[in-house]
């Protein structure tokens, strides 16, 4: 890879763990005994009497904030884990099959882990 394409990607990967971070901000704190990980603040609506069905829809809200931490904070891991990898001069390679990790992918997903030989061989786990 030339170096100017790796300097792009990583300032990609760089950006986007600054939105991710920003997102995950807007509605959890930073948990600061554990790093990268967050806590969704539960939603208060501040209603005098906490009427039942004001808690019901707070208790819906918080858990599809949860649901969204946990998509963004894997996908943060994600690119914190690619960000070692530069620093470690290791970024690029498939972690199953070692081979280089076409250009294309790395585009399109500058965390990618696998090729994509290998990442179809090994689907994830969809939820
Ligand atoms: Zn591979």
Same mark, same amino acid.
């Given at each position: 890879?030339? !170096?100017?394409?790796?300097?792009?990607?990583? &300032?990609?990967?760089?950006?986007? /763990?600054?939105?991710?971070?920003?997102?995950?901000?807007?509605?959890?704190?930073?948990?600061?005994?554990?790093?990268?990980?967050?806590?969704? /603040?539960?939603? %208060?609506?501040?209603?005098?009497?906490?009427?039942?069905?004001?808690?019901?829809? *707070?208790?819906?809200?918080?858990?599809?904030?949860?649901?969204?931490?946990?998509?963004?904070?894997? /996908?943060? &891991? *994600?690119?914190?884990?690619?960000?070692?990898?530069?620093?470690?001069? %290791?970024?690029?390679?498939?972690? #199953?099959?070692?081979?280089?990790?076409?250009?294309? /992918?790395? !585009?399109?997903?500058?965390?990618?882990?696998?090729? #994509?030989?290998? %990442?179809?061989?090994?689907?994830?786990?969809? !939820?």
């Amino acid at each position: 890879m030339d !170096k100017k394409t790796f300097s792009e990607l990583k &300032k990609k990967l760089e950006q986007e /763990r600054t939105l991710l971070e920003k997102d995950l901000l807007k509605f959890a704190d930073k948990d600061k005994k554990i790093s990268n990980d967050y806590d969704t /603040r539960f939603p %208060n609506f501040g209603g005098r009497s906490s009427a039942p069905d004001e808690d019901a829809k *707070e208790v819906e809200i918080y858990e599809n904030l949860l649901a969204v931490e946990y998509a963004l904070e894997l /996908r943060l &891991k *994600e690119v914190n884990e690619a960000l070692e990898k530069i620093k470690k001069d %290791n970024y690029g390679h498939c972690e #199953i099959c070692k081979k280089d990790i076409k250009l294309d /992918r790395l !585009k399109a997903n500058s965390a990618a882990k696998t090729c #994509i030989a290998c %990442n179809n061989k090994n689907k994830p786990q969809e !939820k």
